[in-house]
């Protein structure tokens, strides 16, 4: 019988859920590249009316379903940002450091270049300050799938993570959209191992006790009932990670030594919107734990020679 003690509990949890509930969605081939471009582009008449109206107050849409052990979560958004710049400055690696940051689970992130690839090392933790040292490290090889003027697709990769957790798939796809916008599409899907589901189990049936989502699978009168457990977790993250890449990009307009500071600012007041899923700190702790954050997350870039 595999124990998890307390401590090794708290630690585990940010990884764990990480890489649980962040983009989860059933492990699919890859398709070509013209066949992905239009069945995404396929997708946005279906979607468009949750995108107008739906429960953020924002063009972001969420589907997910649970059914005999598989969690599916698709998640699609509108940047109000040219495809072009979208593209720009999504397909460098070293841009998802600052955007990952953000996120209050990840305490730091890394990047350098491998056999012509890019590498991302993700130090994934709990909600208060943590050092890398006392986070856990995952390594996602990261690729341009494509990159056409109509088009992006990118993928993270891992074949092993912490905790016993393996196949870690991340991608992300844009298609430009009349009008100057472009649609954004999120997938993420992985492997548990025992240790894993244990610690996720636990935590749901402790920390996470009564934390929501965002869809609705009942009413009670007129008030609705949010999903929970494990679903409600990825749905919670999807929407940060959202948030967090949205940020990046609403902030490119400003001068780079104001960057940080008004992505921090902005990422917090965006998760405030929904308080009942993603409060989890005061906005003062927040900002100063990001702020000591990108502090080792420079001293350890510069010991990847970046």
């Keep these: 019988m595999i124990s998890i003690r307390r401590s090794h509990l708290g630690r585990c949890i940010g990884v764990c859920l990480w890489a649980a509930v962040t983009f989860c969605v059933p492990a699919q081939g890859a398709e070509p590249a013209n066949g992905a471009e239009s069945a995404l582009l396929a997708k946005y008449p279906a979607i468009k009316a949750h995108l107008d109206k739906n429960v953020f107050g924002a063009p972001i849409y969420l589907e997910s379903t649970e059914a005999e052990g598989t969690l599916r979560v698709d998640m699609y958004g509108i940047f109000n940002h040219p495809f072009e710049a979208v593209s720009q400055a999504l397909h460098a690696p070293n841009n998802w450091c600052d955007i990952t940051l953000l996120h209050i689970n990840i305490k730091s992130c890394t990047w350098k270049e491998a056999a012509g690839q890019g590498v991302l090392t993700l130090y994934s933790g709990r ?4 050092p890398p040292s006392e986070a856990y490290p995952l390594k ?10 109509r088009y992006l697709q990118i993928s993270l990769d891992a074949d092993e993570g912490p905790l016993g957790t ?35 189990k636990s935590y749901f049936a402790t920390l996470g006790r009564g934390k929501i989502g965002f869809s609705t699978i009942a009413r009670k009168g007129s008030k609705p009932v949010y ?10 993250n999807t929407v940060r990670y959202y948030l967090a890449l949205q940020t990046y990009m609403d902030t490119l307009k ?12 902005r990422w917090y007041d965006q998760t405030a919107k929904y308080p009942r899923q993603l409060k989890e700190t005061e906005k003062a702790e927040y ?3 990001k702020r000591m954050e990108l502090k080792n997350q420079i001293m350890l870039q510069k010991k990847e020679g970046g």
Excluded: C, W
């Design 166 to 200: 393996k196949d870690h798939r991340i991608r992300l796809q844009a298609v430009p959209l009349e009008g100057g916008a472009t649609l954004v599409s999120f997938s993420y899907t992985y492997g548990q191992g025992a240790i894993s589901r244990m610690a996720i």
């Design 287 to 289: 900002l100063s734990n």
């Design 254 to 265: 400003y001068p780079a030594g104001q960057r940080f500071e008004q992505r921090i600012s």
């Design 127 to 130: 909600k208060y300050y943590q």
């Design 227 to 236: 999903v929970e457990g494990v679903r409600g977790a990825v749905e919670r």
């Design 140 to 149: 996602l090889q990261f690729r341009t799938i494509s990159r056409t003027p």
